[in-house]
């Protein structure tokens, strides 16, 4: 059974960061590229950031590109989503999301992925 579960989300401050982990099991995780996605309130689920099944290519979403920073440890079977210069805008709840990979390339729609951990909340205090 596949789990994605997120953590180290919380309240943060404007201009301060946070970091966020998803830890996968029950896949062989090195073969699954991965995705960061978040849901504001009232607002759809949203594409933040990407990575290959290597981690060697990345894509992020143009409202974080410069101040987040998406990466991977195969051997830990853990993805990180680092993010800096926090604004009230970046407040969601935060998804991981991963898919069988066949070639190295991303993903940047939630319909390509098959699996989703449960969310983990990031509130952004000005």
């Known amino acids: 059974q596949v789990q994605l579960v997120e953590s180290g989300g919380g309240l943060g401050q404007a201009g301060g960061s946070l970091r966020l982990s998803c830890a996968a099991s029950g896949l062989t995780f090195s073969t699954y590229a991965m995705g960061w996605f978040r849901q504001a309130p009232g607002k759809e689920r949203e594409f933040v950031a990407a990575?290959?099944?290597?981690?060697?290519?990345?894509d992020y979403a143009d409202s974080v590109k410069g101040r987040f920073t998406i990466s991977r440890d195969n051997a830990k079977r853990t993805m990180y989503l680092q993010m800096n210069s926090l604004n009230p805008e970046d407040t969601a709840v935060y998804f991981c999301?991963?898919?069988?990979?066949?070639?190295?390339?991303?993903?940047?729609?939630?319909?390509?992925?098959?699996?989703w951990g449960q969310g983990t909340q990031v509130s952004v205090s000005s």
């Open positions: 990575i290959s099944r290597s981690g060697g290519t990345t």
């Open positions: 999301a991963a898919t069988y990979a066949g070639y190295i390339r991303t993903y940047t729609s939630m319909k390509q992925y098959d699996y």
